[in-house]
């Protein structure tokens, strides 16, 4: 029987990973568990202050505007337009091929939004373009918001 390495196992499971890559696992805690939750109920909800009345994302303890505690959320309609981007070169991490786009989304809310940006030429990834929301669900544990050209 040939030698066996220590990670001969976690080698095996890396490998299948790379034939089925999962995007990175996200981050819930108190704070933004209604963000996840809405996004596998269809709705991207953004956090709405009851005491000022302002809009933040992403979602926090208080309001970063009055430090309110008096938290709750509106439904986004998720139009928006790209404010800015960036294209992720390096490093190359599957799922990801190399210069996917990442984009800041203006929501028509008021609020801004960063997002992977799908089903679009590279000629649609600039300042201004219009976009729509596509709640995404990717596998079992993540459900995204992402955008497409409106
Ligand atoms: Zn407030």
Do not use: Y
Not at 94 to 109: S, T, W
């Amino acid at each position: 029987m040939p030698c066996r390495h220590w990670n001969d196992t976690q080698l095996t499971e890396r490998e299948n990973h790379m034939v089925q890559a999962l995007r990175p696992r996200i981050g819930v805690n108190k704070d933004t568990q209604f963000f996840w939750d809405g996004l596998k109920g269809g709705k991207l909800l953004i956090q709405h202050c009851q005491n000022c009345d302002q809009l933040q994302h992403p979602p926090g303890a208080c309001c970063k505007h009055c430090q309110s505690f008096d938290l709750g959320a509106i439904e986004s309609c998720g139009r928006g337009e790209i404010h800015s981007f960036v294209r992720m070169h390096h490093p190359i991490q599957p799922p990801f091929e190399a210069g996917h786009p990442i984009i800041l989304v203006q929501l028509e809310e008021g609020t801004r939004i960063i997002a992977g940006f799908i089903n679009s030429t590279p000629e649609q990834v600039r300042i201004g373009e219009k976009v729509r929301l596509t709640i995404t669900r990717c596998d079992d544990e993540v459900t995204l918001a992402l955008f497409e050209p409106a």
